[in-house]
């Protein structure tokens, strides 16, 4: 069974920034539109931004202007790098297919961004 695999998360200090790595056991389920979603406390998971196979990319406006997806095609990860962390970015991230898989779903990383 596919699953993808995250890293890259820590406890983060407002205004702070963290870059999360996304890979996965079988890594031709990276070849298509790929997002990364987070679920904080209490929340229900939510995405946070998407990027197409010719990197093409969407954010959602949370993450506008602080956030970064990319891919790495030699290295088969897609990554994220979030600028200006702040206390409601706190959450569990996952990368997932776009629109996202039931069955793929990682255990995610977590990011806490505290004081």
């Known amino acids: 069974q596919v699953q993808f695999v995250e890293s890259g998360g820590g406890l983060v200090e407002p205004g702070e920034s963290l870059s999360l790595s996304c890979s996965a056991s079988e890594t031709f389920h990276l070849l298509t539109t790929m997002g990364w979603y987070r679920q904080a406390p209490g929340k229900q998971r939510e995405l946070v931004a998407s990027?197409?196979?010719?990197?093409?990319?969407h954010y959602e406006d949370f993450a506008w202007g602080r956030f970064i997806i990319s891919r790495d095609r030699d290295d088969h990860t897609v990554s994220l790098y979030m600028t200006d962390l702040r206390p409601e970015d706190t959450a569990v991230y996952y990368c997932n297919n776009s629109p996202p898989r039931d069955d793929f779903w990682g255990q995610g990383t977590q990011v806490t961004v505290s004081p």
């Open positions: 990027i197409t196979w010719s990197e093409i990319r």
